[in-house]
């Protein structure tokens, strides 16, 4: 039943993420990579190819970046295509070119070509790795063709390095080879490799016989080829297990592997990190970098190998923890538990023989104890010459040097003290006073070997000073025998147990500090009433909680403009540092100091996300010589991110005031238009028939006959407004409800052709409607006024004389029946195509604009459409209502 439950949960869980990724692609652009095992098989002219056929298909394709190394198969590719300039950089007085990165983004072709995607941008440039300019060009909705070896890619650079014995200098993270849209394998054997090499394809002939006898030798690549070819089909078996998944195949695979692997500042941790990855990519499950946070501050080096270590975890895909504790196998098995981690991956320790039978309970040793069900992996260090276990503990023993003259000077003092008080109290008091010191010595060491060289000592003393017979290690009574032993057991673990309460209490106090800090920041924030205010308390808190220097910035207007708001701090922003910030809050990813995009900025930037919005930019400028270590990171995001949640807490509260505003406003305009309208109608019709009395009248008067004909022509018109207004008010207050009812469109065009007649007598209409023209289910008296606005609007815009005519049709294939009205008079300009439909937007003086809004909404009502219909000539108005079926038509 669990396992049933569990295989829904991932297989929803899948489905999710397929739905997140379609989601995610419309916009972004298509990533290609042409994938081999060494230099030399044909990639680049693989790519070039395809590039040249994609352009015959009509694609307009630029070469970013074509390395040709001087082959002409390659230059003869490369000059079918146009190519976009090498940006020139100078570095130590050399100049160099380099992928021009905003010209690629300016021009915006529809495919790019950006060769060796592992390589290095010399400093200077936007981002150090080309793999990162790539990034930028698909977020940009550029496609890219690309390049990449698989002695380039990250968690493989160890395996290719024990291959060749080559060192790797250029990698690439493996989620950029994951994230790819298509991979292509370029292959050829080994022996056609080797003799393009001889034929001088590859390299020149001094370079070629000695990439022969080393990189390139037969195994070499022959275990590279197999390398490339397991990931290639790696990534493919990937591929079809989610689709498997997805699609609800109950024969698929149905492990729930999680895999973790312990983080440490040792320089070994990067293998260990690469090789859960691949680990963690074969099995399809998700992994774990845990790092254990002791409370022992980091010598800075040290810091930086973790926060290194962490990062690469990072760029891997691996979820980084960072948790407190003081024992490293506890907290990995805690954290095992608490994850539901099947595997734990962990270094072999290396040691001689003698020291493995002295030493305490190795890491590995506890958690093969404490493991139960979980599988432990134990991975080898680099191959090198093994650590020697003296000169590490002589290290340890320099850097802790402290605790150990600290338990020597307290031993002495104890010593002292015993021999003043020994002469009146004996020899028990003395041991009494060991044993206080030792246990004192417990809140203020950390060392176990500083805390057993105290026990040892005052054990030693108290026998050679106070134990008869004195100035001798002779024991003659058994009482004190065990007296001294069990006083060394007492001292040692006493102590040792004062040390470890001590240690928990620190990591508490912290713990309770952080957990502290962030409920003051929440209630700050969570209390400012306004943008500025919640800025301000938010960037003060921040920057006292981190004790550094802080810039909040939000997006202002348009075209990537952002504010500075009140810093926490000091901090200057120069053109460079906004550039970052900048770039920072349009591709949500930090940058500036301690990353590798712009890593020359002097502020770390982080996006402050909610959700899928980004809310602002974080600058973070530390005190010179100090960095940010990984929890401080993780911090300062969970900060940055309840910032996110309160600014757009504040816009949704600001937008839910304004909607409030405009309702109330839209109701009362609906409310006065109303009443002045329903105003209107008594006093027209009064004018209207005064007028008609009048005019007849005056028969014999033709003067004041025409005055009063152009008194009832206004009347008549401002009654038409009238009568449009009140339309707009029932069409706006959602008052209209449509009397759906089978209806003939030739007698709705005789009533609309009767009512316009005196409006159209100098306006010529022909109707032309096909003999099964077929009925349709709509509102008689709406379609009536529908085709009365139509035909006024017609007669109004178009010049005495011109004709107007009416078409109607039916499409069985589409479902509709569609009536065109086309008068031949100037035609609408093409810019006020889209905005027709609008109200108040009209060129006639005196005009409103409301007659194409109400048809619109009219026909909207009736479940129909009106558009405007390009024609050579004049303007089309098409009207469109659906066809109903026959069987369902009435016989009547």
């Known amino acids: 039943m669990f396992s049933e439950t569990h295989s829904d949960s991932q297989r929803a869980d899948r489905i999710l993420a397929s739905i ?99 390589h290095t941008n010399v400093p200077g440039m936007r981002h150090r790795k080309r793999y990162q300019d790539v990034e930028d060009l698909l977020a940009a909705g550029i496609d ?106 109950r024969s698929i695979w149905r492990s729930g592997e999680r895999l973790m ?22 099995l399809n499950a998700p992994w774990i970098a845990l790092s254990v946070d002791t409370g022992v501050p980091l010598p800075p080096e040290q810091q930086q190998r973790l926060d290194a270590n962490l990062e690469l975890a990072r760029r891997l895909g691996a979820e980084v923890v960072v948790m407190p504790g003081s024992d490293l196998a506890e907290t990995l098995l805690r954290m095992a538990f608490l994850r539901n981690v099947s595997q734990i991956v962990v270094g072999k320790p290396q040691e001689s023989y003698l020291w493995g039978l002295v030493r305490p309970i190795s890491l590995v040793d506890k958690l093969v104890k404490g493991s139960d069900q979980i599988d432990i992996y134990v991975v080898p260090a680099a191959s090198g010459p093994g650590r020697n276990r003296w000169k590490s503990w002589h290290r340890k023993t320099e850097k802790d040097g402290r605790d150990y003259w600290l338990a020597a000077g307290v031993t002495a003092a104890v010593t002292g003290a015993g021999l003043l008080v020994s002469a009146f ?76 309460l001590r240690i928990r209490e620190r990591e508490e106090r912290e713990r309770e500090k952080k957990t502290n800090a962030l409920f003051l920041y929440s209630r700050a924030i969570g209390s400012a009433s306004d943008v500025p205010s919640l800025i301000s308390v938010a960037a003060g808190q921040i920057s006292q909680i981190m004790g550094v220097r802080l810039a ?93 949640m309160a600014l757009e807490r504040e816009e949704l509260r600001a937008e839910r005031a304004r909607t409030r505003l405009m309702e109330e406003s839209e109701k009362l305009h609906r409310s006065l238009l109303d009443s002045v309208s329903h105003e209107f109608k008594t006093p027209l019709a009064v004018i209207e028939g005064g007028c008609e009395k009048l005019a007849g009248r005056a028969a014999s008067a033709p003067e004041e006959r025409e005055e009063y004909g152009e008194i009832l022509l206004a009347a008549r018109r401002l009654r038409r407004l009238v009568k449009n207004l009140l339309d707009v008010s029932r069409l706006e207050s959602g008052a209209l409800k449509p009397k759906l009812d089978w209806c003939d469109l030739g007698d709705v065009i005789e009533g609309a052709l009767a009512a316009t007649r005196e409006a159209r007598r100098n306006h010529p209409v022909s109707v032309s409607l096909p003999p099964d023209y077929p009925l349709v289910k709509a509102d008689f008296s709406l379609m009536e006024q529908v085709l009365v606005n139509l035909l006024l609007n017609a007669c109004v815009h178009t010049p005495e004389g011109t004709s107007v005519t009416l078409q109607g049709g039916a499409d069985s294939v589409r479902g509709q029946v569609w009536l065109d009205i086309h008068d031949m008079g100037p035609g609408i300009p093409p810019e006020r195509a889209e905005t027709i439909f609008e109200r108040f937007r009209t060129t006639r003086p005196g005009g409103l604009g409301l007659g194409l809004p109400i048809v619109r909404g009219f026909m909207e009502a009736q479940r129909g459409a009106v558009s405007l219909v390009p024609v050579s000539a004049g303007t089309c108005f098409r009207l469109v209502l659906p066809l109903v079926e026959h069987d369902s038509v009435p016989e009547e």
């Open 20 to 118: 997140r990724r379609e989601e995610a692609r419309p916009g972004r652009g298509l990533l290609k990579i042409f994938f081999g095992m060494a230099p030399g098989v044909g990639k680049t002219c693989a790519m070039l190819e395809a590039a040249i056929q994609a352009a015959d298909k009509g694609v307009r394709v630029i070469i970013g970046v074509a390395e040709s190394h001087g082959r002409e198969d390659t230059m003869r590719l490369i000059g079918r295509l146009p190519r976009l300039p090498m940006k020139k950089m100078v570095y130590r007085g050399v100049e160099m070119e380099e992928f021009d990165l905003e010209e690629a983004l300016r021009v915006k072709p529809q495919l790019i070509l950006v060769d060796e995607l592992a």
């Open 144 to 249: 890219v063709y690309t390049t990449l070896n698989v002695q380039h890619l990250e968690s493989r650079s160890d395996t290719v390095h024990d291959i060749t014995a080559a060192p790797v200098q250029e990698t690439v993270p493996d989620s950029v080879l994951a994230e790819a849209d298509c991979i292509q394998l370029v292959d050829i054997t080994p022996d056609q490799l080797r003799t393009r090499l001889r034929e001088g394809k590859v390299y020149s002939a001094p370079q070629a016989s000695a990439a022969l006898d080393h990189f390139f030798k037969e195994s070499n690549l022959t275990a590279l080829r197999e390398l490339a070819l397991r990931i290639v089909a790696e990534k493919v078996d990937h591929e079809l297990t989610e689709v498997r998944t997805i699609s609800g195949d």
């Open 261 to 282: 692997v312990a983080v440490g500042p040792s320089p070994f941790s990067a293998r260990l990190v690469r090789w859960t990855r691949r680990m963690a990519y074969a």
């Open 425 to 500: 109290t004996g020899y028990f008091a003395p041991g009494f006073l060991y044993l206080a010191g030792v246990v004192g010595l417990g809140f203020f060491i950390r060392s176990r070997w500083a805390m057993l060289l105290a026990a040892a000592l005052s054990v030693l003393l108290w026998n050679l000073l106070f134990i008869p017979p004195v100035m001798t290690f002779k024991i003659e009574r058994l009482e004190d025998a065990l007296m001294c032993f069990f006083f060394f057991l007492v001292a040692l673990s006493t102590g040792r147990l004062t040390s470890r």
């Open 552 to 644: 909040v910035m939000t997006p202002e207007g348009g075209g990537g403009k952002l504010r500075l708001w009140e810093t926490g701090g000091e901090y200057a922003m120069d053109e460079k540092e906004w550039s970052v910030a900048v770039w920072c809050m349009e591709h949500r990813r930090p940058a500036g100091r301690f990353t590798d995009t712009i890593p020359v900025a002097e502020g770390f930037y982080l996006p402050m996300m909610s959700g899928e919005r980004c809310m602002g930019v974080l600058g973070v400028r530390p005190e010179e010589g100090e960095c940010l270590t990984a929890g401080q990171k993780d911090l300062l995001e969970s900060m940055g991110a309840q910032l996110a």
